[in-house]
């Protein structure tokens, strides 16, 4: 998994359509293997990031759990902090 798509369920507040555009994004950067594409593929790339924002966002919706909702500002602390002991 690309490191820089981060988990969206079960968050308070829940994940914004930015964060879901951003992780499909990633996801269809990952799977091209460009960060930007060509003009030629331009309408191709950004119709598959549409896409899979979209299938994104319906897998989010249908998804439920027991567990309670986490804080954001918590899971991040929790991220920094991993990455100072990675990083030092």
């Known amino acids: ?47 598959a990031v549409a896409e899979v924002a979209d299938a994104t966002q319906r897998l989010l919706d249908g998804l439920t759990t027991t567990a309670p909702p986490k804080d954001r500002e918590v899971e991040a602390e929790k991220r920094r902090a991993k990455a100072r002991l990675r990083y030092g």
């Open 1 to 47: 998994m690309c490191r820089n798509i981060r988990p969206l369920h079960n968050f308070a507040p829940p994940a914004t359509s930015e964060e879901v555009h951003s992780a499909a994004l990633q996801y269809v950067r990952k799977i091209s293997g460009s960060p930007k594409p060509s003009q030629a593929n331009a309408a191709a790339f950004e119709q």
